[in-house]
């Protein structure tokens, strides 16, 4: 990265606009499909024609573990290193091919790029025969040249099990090293070795490799050009990797392969989030100093010069949850100060007197029954699903007695009333065993919302809400601060780029304090306020902080504004302090207004999402907000193919458009020279 182009805080400028946008939902004329990483010229033309001087993207890691559409999550990292390979420009090579070839990919190029959406599974494919077809002609040559070893010299540690577990992935079909057999288990020079032997598998390595260098040329040239037009480009550093990755192949050792990540209930679930991910062994990562992290950001740091850092709350503590799960209810802070059972019976609770499994098994009565699947059913259920237990209560029989074992039921055509009625049995408990030591506790997240709660009497309903309170409002909050400060200062210091978090969510009120004094910018939505008010009050939006209409988990503006009618009213008139009857649609000004707040703000930068730019036009905006949504948390599986509705050679060539842009920019706090 060109060290004469940070971003600063308190700097010559001290405020930023942006636009945020992923690299796939870009559209040139000369795409294939998905956005490109040559697609960033452009887009900084447009952004600086527009007084916009940063572009934020998210994740262009690779992705490639269900190899289906399932691997459009930007999310879902197979490598934190390794670029993703479609995000690779291939019409700089096409004249290599031969003229049916050519004549191929220009229709095959034409028809993909006419698609509203992402055909993500077509274009990969694609993109791999052309980029296997190339290969074979400027292969070789490629690889013999002083800048391509310099390369492979400086990113072996990680390219050399990326290209094997690529390789070993498409042989079998597979991302589960477990069926890799018995040599191949784990990652090793002698697995290296072993597969180089072999000419035709020392070829598909090659492949891979070759492709991880046109890539690396192609984003490092579009971001030197972003930089030549003053345009900075910040990148976004996932949470975590996929279990079925390079990175845990190689280094299992820095991972619970055991659990998940997650998030506890929030507004975009009701049931948690389970991403699924190994969480990190931070114990062992600590004994290198976190080289893992530090290699991570210097790596980054190559093609940024900011980053958003993925669910900052994680390096403070995760939502952890046991393998056995599907939903996030069952999950736990990791790490946190678990309680034993003679500390729980001092809140008042008979812990071991009424017996532990009534607080820490599913609480399941015909009742319960009745209030989950209906009465009419409550008979089914018991004979196909619980045991009898005595004293009119049920267990659930071994064959569901775990959520895992519940999800398999898909397969045997059992319906999904079913199903998540036996995830929500599952999940009426009051408490968790701790991961690590089963005679610790946790108290059960949302427990209080639990047919189990509701069954005790006001008494220990008492007693069990203000343990609730004290464990999840400060009991950790010291613990956190300190596990915080052990791990994000050897991130943060490990380059230049420019640290902001995303610290949405359940956070602890120390969080914003720590982020200050490490000068890592806190992220705010307005709709998504951090300390239970209706909304954040934009007006005492600190300097160090990014703030953004929407986000790529949330609805963009035009689609939130008929979510809720009573909630758009109230902001209508007691925040944007407009009289009368809120519009039913979110009408062009309606959307300049609410942006202009933002732009108004304090926060060093303003970051737009690029949706939420066009809507701001009646021109540039599509009929279905809808289909402008990117991703969905709701779904562990959504289908990230959200495309642009325009070409931005036509959106570039827009004066009276990038001009308004201009215009609406320089007449807010974002034109200002000096903070105020």
Request: hydrophobic share 40%; net charge negative.
């Amino acid at each position: 990265m060109d060290n004469n182009f940070v971003l600063r805080p308190h700097g010559d400028k001290p405020y930023h606009t942006g636009v945020a946008v992923p690299i796939f939902s870009l559209r040139t004329e000369t795409d294939f499909g998905i956005g490109q990483f040559s697609d960033l010229k452009i887009l900084a033309k447009f952004a600086n024609q527009s007084g916009m001087d940063i572009i934020q993207l998210l994740p262009v890691n690779d992705t490639t573990i269900f190899l289906n559409w399932k691997d459009s999550s930007p999310y879902r990292a197979v490598s934190v290193f390794a670029l993703h390979p479609i995000y690779l420009d291939l019409s700089p090579f096409i004249g290599k091919l031969t003229g049916a070839e050519q004549k191929s990919f220009a229709a095959e190029k034409e028809s993909l790029n006419a698609l509203s959406q992402i055909d993500y599974e077509k274009t990969l494919a694609l993109k791999w025969n052309y980029a296997a077809a190339i290969y074979k002609k400027i292969g070789k040559t490629t690889l013999d040249t002083a800048d391509f070893k310099t390369f492979f010299e400086k990113n072996q540690g990680w390219l050399k099990a990326y290209a094997a577990f690529c390789v070993l992935r498409d042989k079998f079909v597979s991302a589960d090293s477990s069926l890799w057999g018995k040599n191949f288990a784990q990652y090793s020079e002698k697995v290296w070795s072993v597969l180089t032997k072999d000419d035709k598998t020392a070829e598909k390595l090659n492949l891979q490799i070759f492709v991880q260098y046109l890539l690396h040329l192609q984003l490092k040239d579009a971001v030197e050009y972003c930089h030549s037009l003053g345009v900075a480009v910040k990148g976004d550093i996932s949470v975590g990797v996929d279990r079925k990755s390079s990175d845990a192949w190689a280094n299992p050792d820095i991972f619970n392969m055991d659990m998940q990540a997650g998030a506890p209930p929030d507004s975009f679930s009701v049931v948690g989030q389970n991403w699924e991910f190994p969480t990190y062994n931070w114990d062992k990562m600590a004994e290198t100093g976190y080289e893992w992290w530090t290699h991570r950001m210097t790596s980054m740091a190559e093609y940024f010069d900011a980053y958003r850092l993925d669910h900052i709350l994680g390096f403070f503590r995760i939502w952890e949850i046991p393998s056995t799960a599907v939903r996030g209810l069952l999950g736990h802070f990791s790490p946190a100060l678990a309680m034993p059972d003679w500390e729980i019976e001092n809140y008042g609770i008979p812990f071991r007197w009424w017996g532990i499994d009534r607080f820490v098994e599913p609480f399941i009565k015909d009742w319960v029954i009745d209030e989950i699947f209906g009465r009419d059913n409550r008979d089914y259920i018991i004979t196909t699903f619980l045991d009898y237990t005595g004293n009119g209560n049920y267990r659930l029989k071994e064959f569901i007695n775990t959520q895992r074992k519940v999800e398999n039921l898909a397969t045997q055509n059992v319906p999904d009333w079913q199903i998540d009625g036996l995830y929500r049995l599952h999940e009426n408990v009051l408490f968790v065993r701790d991961h690590q030591n089963q005679y610790m506790y946790h108290p059960r997240i949302k427990m209080t919302e639990t047919s189990s709660f509701r069954e005790l009497g006001d008494e220990f309903k008492h007693h069990l809400e203000r343990l609730y309170n004290d464990y999840f409002y400060g009991r950790n909050y010291g613990f956190w601060e300190e596990q915080a400060y052990k791990k994000l200062p050897a991130i943060k210091e490990a380059t230049t780029m420019l640290a902001c978090g995303e610290d949405l969510g359940m956070v602890p009120e120390n969080v914003p304090n720590v982020m200050w004094n490490l000068q890592i910018l806190r992220l705010i939505i307005e709709r998504m306020p951090a300390d239970g008010d209706f909304v954040s009050d934009l007006v005492y939006t600190p300097y160090l902080s990014v703030v953004t209409t929407s986000s790529h988990d949330t609805t963009p503006l035009r689609m939130w504004w008929e979510e809720d009618r009573a909630f758009t009213q109230r902001y209508y008139n007691h925040v944007m302090h407009w009289i009368g009857d809120a519009p039913q649609f979110a009408e062009p000004e309606i959307v300049q207004e609410i942006v202009r707040r933002n732009l108004n703000t304090k926060a060093m930068l303003a970051i737009i999402p690029i949706q939420d730019w066009l809507d701001m036009t009646r021109e540039m905006r599509i009929e279905n907000p809808a289909d402008e949504r990117i991703n969905n948390p709701e779904h562990t599986y959504h289908y990230w193919r959200y495309r642009l509705p325009h070409h931005l050679e036509d959106l570039s060539a827009n004066e009276g458009l990038t001009n308004f842009y201009r215009d609406f920019i320089m007449n807010t706090r974002r034109s200002s020279l000096t903070e105020e």
